[in-house]
């Protein structure tokens, strides 16, 4: 929900608020993550994240002005907007025909009015929030929504065939949005219609037939309430999500229903009024009351969810702040929630409101009693001792993916359309080969991999499986000890059989679970390696770390690692000592040349020293 | 010269997170990976239909009804209180550790399928606050990082726990999300046939790759599941 510093200013609070940052620490301490917050044409957008416990009441400036006057202690004073009118006998007629998917709707029409552009305060308010500006009249609505969070709508008078509204479900069948998109609805939809045309996808987003343009003189407004689950399904169905979709989809309280209608009047009789405008009675489909709710909850139950020790006194306090009415009898309370907070059902409900405003930093750190050691995981247990033992005889762990593009089970929705299945085995083949293309710069003699992890079958079952694969056949086998055979040089081991048969484990204390200072990354350069191989005869008595220590002072910076050695023999007192030496660049592909050149300067000091290339 | 082989980092950090965890008292338990969305969600408290089932994109099964790959570790929550109370082992700790698996585009930051640990605690009421829940995330911060860590908790919205919050962990000179957790929500503990009235529980959840990445100073999630032995061999 992107929010209007200036706006919040203006419309909620007479005392100057303090600078954004601070409003944005404190509503991230008390209320909200915060995305960000942007300095922009002299206002400032913060960026917050409401959640859907939240989203009934703060997805609109009201709400957030609502928090930031509880949480800084900064009185609220909603500014309310005037307009001079009177109200005329209504023609419209209002059939709500489903009312379990729409139990509120208030249709108004006004007469004689003219469409004009937005005024600059109006136009500022929107844009500033990334909303296009389109005329007065949308802007109204747009407006109203982002100011307290109820959606509405407005419909051209004029392209109805009669003063009539229905709220009923479609046949189905395709459908004409604003702006010249078509959708396919699908039977049982909620529409607005007016006899056989339909008006509007209940909820989501206007249609075409009665939309309203600059010559638009005559309209009905919209205000009502529908379903949350049905406008959940059909606008995910339909991929429209829109700013009044998510409205309703997060449910607000119905008593915003008039309320928005009434102030949408007001906007659009300042905005769009002419001295002819003539404002009908709005007509309501249901005129119920909401009911009060009441919530219980005890200081001592606060207390001992919290770890806090509070008194009455403060958690009466705490609810004074929120401006909540409540009984107290003893360490009871009663609360009196708004009709706008449908999010508190509970006593827990209530400890939450009561825990965030105390404040979090406040809640002391209590020490959880010792707590008799508990049985040991056997699966746990011999998977790490496993894994020890295969580093031990120098196999790396590698993870992969658990998505394939071949397995049992397959997902509708996969992320990427070549690896739909979740793996049914663990096939090494193809990061074994990428590791031993990579061997000389590795460093390694053999690479020897192993993975350790959950696969799934057709039934929905999975096994934990062992795959290992080395290139060449193992000389022993290091799984001995566990009963597990290794016979190939690429195999897989249903783990769970190999576990059970396995002895039962009392403690943890022999894996030596020993702490290791975690071991910092480097980035590794994404371009390729050159290797080149230099064989030097050293006399019998030269220690070859001498010829180590020159090759390493010479090969530049674009040596990878130590030089390592892969050949030696002797002959007439002379020793042949043969090393690999691996060159890599973190930024660009290295020439045949630049490698020569580094190579002839490593010759160069070889011969400096009296020493034979081979 | 026989060469060692190397483990992979999120291996490290998860048997150090064993470590700490069942000194502290906590059983370790894996669930299945493909789990009743019922497990997941619903008795979550994360009804069908309900925005909050957004928070999660959710992978579906074809020809399989009802499971998903799980999207969470607290999919094992009920399911354990559930097995601790036919037993009558009350009050208990638990934890539980493996991969989780999202409907989201990868990046640097997210990865589809990834490790998640979820810890859960049940005793009496007044037994298990959220100052335990506090002083339980320093500790477990405090060791898994070798050495005082700046915490701090905000509220945060998880629909299985009530209050909810997010823990902040000061690090690299800016506040990292570092995990989320609460008291148990009510109406969790009676569906996993525990009076609210009489107990209570805290859970938390955490992401074993971010707590990786900070550990080792990896700036990239996806290095993890390359099978890349220039990344692996560095540890």
Same mark, same amino acid.
């Given at each position: 929900?992107?929010?209007?510093?200036?706006?919040?200013?203006?419309?909620?609070?007479?005392?100057?608020?303090?600078?954004?940052?601070?409003?944005?620490?404190?509503?991230?301490?008390?209320?909200?993550?915060?995305?960000?917050?942007?300095?922009?044409?002299?206002?400032?957008?913060?960026?917050?994240?409401?959640?859907?416990?939240?989203?009934?009441?703060?997805?609109?400036?009201?709400?957030?002005?609502?928090?930031?006057?509880?949480?800084?202690?900064?009185?609220?004073? !909603?500014? +309310? %907007?005037?307009? &001079?009118?009177?109200?005329?006998? =209504? $023609? *419209?007629?209002? #059939?709500?025909?489903?009312?379990?998917?729409?139990?509120?709707?208030?249709?108004?029409?006004?007469?004689?009015?003219?469409?004009?552009?937005?005024?600059?305060?109006?136009?500022?308010?929107?844009?500033?929030?990334?909303?296009?500006?389109?005329?007065?009249?949308?802007?109204?609505?747009?407006?109203?929504?982002?100011?307290?969070?109820?959606?509405?709508?407005?419909?051209?008078?004029?392209?109805?065939?009669?003063? !009539?509204? +229905? %709220?009923?479900? &479609?046949?189905?069948?395709?459908? =004409? $949005? *604003?702006?010249? #998109?078509?959708?396919?609805?699908?039977?049982?939809?909620?529409?607005?219609?007016?006899?056989?045309?339909?008006?509007?996808?209940?909820?989501?987003?206007?249609?075409?037939?009665?939309?309203?343009?600059?010559?638009?003189?005559?309209?009905?407004?919209?205000?009502?309430?529908?379903?949350?689950?049905?406008?959940?399904?059909?606008?995910?169905?339909?991929?429209?999500?829109?700013?009044?979709?998510?409205?309703?989809?997060?449910?607000?309280?119905?008593?915003?229903?008039?309320?928005?209608?009434?102030? *949408?009047?007001?906007?659009?009789?300042?905005?769009?009024?002419?001295?002819?405008?003539?404002?009908?009675?709005?007509?309501?489909?249901?005129?119920?009351?909401?009911?009060?709710?009441?919530?219980?909850?005890?200081?001592?139950?606060?207390?001992?969810?919290?770890?806090?020790?509070?008194?009455?006194?403060?958690?009466?306090?705490?609810?004074?702040?929120?401006?909540?009415?409540?009984?107290?009898?003893?360490?009871?309370?009663?609360?009196?929630?708004?009709?706008?907070?449908?999010?508190?059902?509970?006593?827990?409900? *209530?400890?939450?409101?009561?825990?965030?405003?105390?404040?979090?930093?406040?809640?002391?750190?209590?020490?959880?009693?010792?707590?008799?050691?508990?049985?040991?995981?056997?699966?746990?247990?011999?998977?790490?001792?496993?894994?020890?033992?295969?580093?031990?005889?120098?196999?790396?762990?590698?993870?992969?993916?658990?998505?394939?593009?071949?397995?049992?089970?397959?997902?509708?929705?996969?992320?990427?359309?070549?690896?739909?299945?979740?793996?049914?085995?663990?096939?090494?083949?193809?990061?074994?080969?990428?590791?031993?293309?990579?061997?000389?710069?590795?460093?390694?003699?053999?690479?020897?991999?192993?993975?350790?992890?959950?696969?799934?079958?057709?039934?929905?079952?999975?096994?934990?499986?062992?795959?290992?694969?080395?290139?060449?056949?193992?000389?022993?086998?290091?799984?001995?000890?566990?009963?597990?055979?290794?016979?190939?040089?690429?195999?897989?081991?249903?783990?769970?059989?190999?576990?059970?048969?396995?002895?039962?484990?009392?403690?943890?204390?022999?894996?030596?679970?020993?702490?290791?200072?975690?071991?910092?990354?480097?980035?590794?350069?994404?371009?390729?390696?050159?290797?080149?191989?230099?064989?030097?005869?050293?006399?019998?008595?030269?220690?070859?770390?001498?010829?180590?220590?020159?090759?390493?002072?010479?090969?530049?910076?674009?040596?990878?690692?130590?030089?390592?050695?892969?050949?030696?023999?002797?002959?007439?007192?002379?020793?042949?000592?043969?090393?690999?030496?691996?060159?890599?660049?973190?930024?660009?592909?290295?020439?045949?040349?630049?490698?020569?050149?580094?190579?002839?300067?490593?010759?160069?000091?070889?011969?400096?020293?009296?020493?034979?290339?081979? | 010269?026989?060469?060692?082989?190397?483990?992979?980092?999120?291996?490290?950090?998860?048997?150090?997170?064993?470590?700490?965890?069942?000194?502290?008292?906590?059983?370790?338990?894996?669930?299945?990976?493909?789990?009743?969305?019922?497990?997941?969600?619903?008795?979550?408290?994360?009804?069908?239909?309900?925005?909050?089932?957004?928070?999660?994109?959710?992978?579906?099964?074809?020809?399989?009804?009802?499971?998903?790959?799980?999207?969470?570790?607290?999919?094992?929550?009920?399911?354990?209180?559930?097995?601790?109370?036919?037993?009558?082992?009350?009050?208990?700790?638990?934890?539980?550790?493996?991969?989780?698996?999202?409907?989201?585009?990868?990046?640097?930051?997210?990865?589809?399928?990834?490790?998640?640990?979820?810890?859960?605690?049940?005793?009496?009421?007044?037994?298990?606050?959220?100052?335990?829940?506090?002083?339980?995330?320093?500790?477990?911060?405090?060791?898994?990082?070798?050495?005082?860590?700046?915490?701090?908790?905000?509220?945060?919205?998880?629909?299985?726990?009530?209050?909810?919050?997010?823990?902040?962990?000061?690090?690299?000179?800016?506040?990292?999300?570092?995990?989320?957790?609460?008291?148990?929500?009510?109406?969790?503990?009676?569906?996993?046939?525990?009076?609210?009235?009489?107990?209570?529980?805290?859970?938390?959840?955490?992401?074993?790759?971010?707590?990786?990445?900070?550990?080792?100073?990896?700036?990239?999630?996806?290095?993890?599941?390359?099978?890349?032995?220039?990344?692996?061999?560095?540890?």
């Amino acid at each position: 929900m992107l929010v209007s510093y200036t706006w919040l200013q203006e419309e909620y609070f007479d005392n100057k608020l303090p600078a954004v940052d601070e409003v944005a620490e404190a509503l991230l301490a008390h209320s909200f993550e915060i995305e960000g917050v942007e300095e922009k044409d002299g206002d400032a957008v913060i960026d917050i994240d409401v959640l859907p416990n939240r989203a009934h009441d703060c997805l609109s400036h009201r709400g957030i002005a609502r928090e930031i006057s509880l949480i800084l202690g900064i009185p609220f004073s !909603e500014k +309310t %907007v005037e307009a &001079t009118f009177e109200n005329v006998e =209504a $023609t *419209l007629r209002v #059939d709500v025909q489903e009312k379990n998917l729409c139990n509120r709707y208030i249709g108004r029409v006004i007469k004689n009015i003219e469409v004009k552009d937005s005024p600059d305060w109006l136009k500022r308010r929107l844009e500033v929030l990334g909303q296009r500006s389109i005329n007065a009249l949308v802007d109204a609505t747009n407006y109203v929504l982002l100011d307290i969070g109820q959606p509405t709508h407005v419909f051209d008078l004029d392209k109805l065939d009669e003063k !009539e509204i +229905t %709220v009923r479900t &479609t046949r189905g069948g395709e459908f =004409a $949005t *604003l702006g010249d #998109d078509k959708v396919v609805l699908e039977d049982g939809d909620l529409v607005i219609a007016n006899k056989d045309n339909e008006l509007a996808i209940a909820g989501i987003k206007g249609g075409q037939y009665a939309e309203v343009t600059k010559e638009t003189k005559n309209i009905v407004l919209e205000s009502g309430h529908f379903d949350p689950v049905a406008v959940r399904k059909t606008s995910r169905r339909l991929g429209i999500l829109t700013d009044s979709s998510k409205r309703f989809e997060n449910e607000h309280t119905i008593a915003l229903t008039p309320e928005a209608m009434e102030y *949408l009047t007001r906007l659009v009789v300042n905005l769009c009024g002419t001295s002819d405008t003539i404002v009908e009675y709005a007509v309501d489909s249901n005129k119920e009351e909401v009911e009060e709710k009441k919530v219980l909850v005890e200081t001592g139950h606060i207390n001992k969810l919290l770890g806090v020790t509070l008194a009455d006194a403060e958690v009466a306090d705490i609810f004074n702040r929120f401006g909540w009415d409540y009984q107290k009898m003893g360490d009871e309370f009663t609360v009196h929630t708004p009709d706008e907070r449908l999010d508190i059902d509970n006593a827990a409900d *209530l400890v939450e409101e009561v825990g965030r405003i105390y404040g979090y930093k406040n809640v002391p750190s209590l020490e959880l009693p010792l707590f008799e050691k508990q049985s040991v995981n056997k699966e746990f247990y011999y998977v790490t001792k496993i894994k020890q033992v295969l580093i031990e005889s120098g196999f790396s762990e590698v993870y992969t993916q658990s998505f394939v593009s071949k397995g049992e089970l397959e997902m509708s929705n996969p992320v990427g359309k070549d690896k739909p299945y979740l793996r049914a085995s663990i096939d090494l083949s193809e990061v074994y080969d990428m590791n031993v293309r990579n061997k000389d710069l590795l460093g390694v003699d053999e690479v020897k991999i192993f993975e350790i992890g959950k696969v799934f079958v057709t039934d929905g079952s999975e096994k934990l499986l062992l795959s290992l694969k080395t290139e060449k056949k193992l000389a022993e086998n290091p799984l001995e000890v566990f009963d597990i055979h290794v016979e190939s040089d690429a195999m897989s081991i249903d783990l769970e059989e190999v576990i059970e048969k396995l002895p039962e484990i009392v403690s943890y204390d022999e894996l030596y679970l020993e702490e290791v200072e975690p071991k910092q990354y480097k980035t590794y350069s994404a371009y390729p390696f050159v290797t080149r191989d230099i064989a030097v005869w050293l006399p019998e008595s030269t220690p070859k770390e001498e010829l180590e220590a020159l090759i390493q002072g010479h090969a530049g910076e674009l040596l990878v690692r130590e030089p390592r050695l892969v050949d030696e023999y002797a002959k007439d007192g002379k020793v042949s000592y043969a090393y690999r030496i691996v060159f890599q660049s973190l930024e660009k592909t290295l020439t045949d040349k630049e490698v020569g050149e580094i190579m002839k300067n490593i010759e160069s000091a070889v011969a400096e020293k009296g020493w034979e290339v081979r | 010269m026989k060469q060692k082989g190397h483990i992979h980092p999120l291996t490290q950090t998860i048997e150090d997170v064993i470590r700490i965890f069942t000194n502290m008292g906590f059983e370790l338990d894996f669930g299945p990976e493909i789990e009743t969305q019922e497990h997941n969600f619903d008795l979550l408290n994360v009804p069908k239909d309900h925005p909050a089932r957004d928070m999660q994109d959710t992978f579906f099964l074809k020809g399989i009804e009802g499971s998903i790959p799980r999207t969470q570790t607290s999919a094992h929550q009920v399911p354990y209180m559930r097995e601790k109370k036919a037993r009558g082992e009350i009050p208990f700790r638990m934890f539980s550790i493996g991969r989780v698996f999202r409907n989201e585009a990868t990046d640097a930051t997210h990865e589809a399928s990834f490790y998640q640990m979820e810890g859960l605690a049940v005793d009496k009421k007044g037994n298990i606050t959220l100052g335990h829940l506090k002083w339980t995330l320093e500790t477990f911060l405090r060791e898994t990082f070798g050495g005082e860590v700046k915490m701090r908790l905000r509220p945060g919205y998880f629909p299985f726990v009530e209050p909810g919050v997010e823990v902040d962990v000061f690090f690299g000179g800016r506040w990292v999300e570092m995990l989320g957790a609460g008291m148990v929500h009510p109406q969790v503990l009676e569906n996993a046939g525990f009076d609210p009235k009489e107990y209570a529980g805290f859970a938390f959840g955490v992401g074993i790759d971010r707590l990786m990445m900070a550990r080792h100073g990896v700036d990239d999630v996806r290095l993890s599941y390359q099978g890349d032995l220039r990344f692996v061999n560095q540890f």
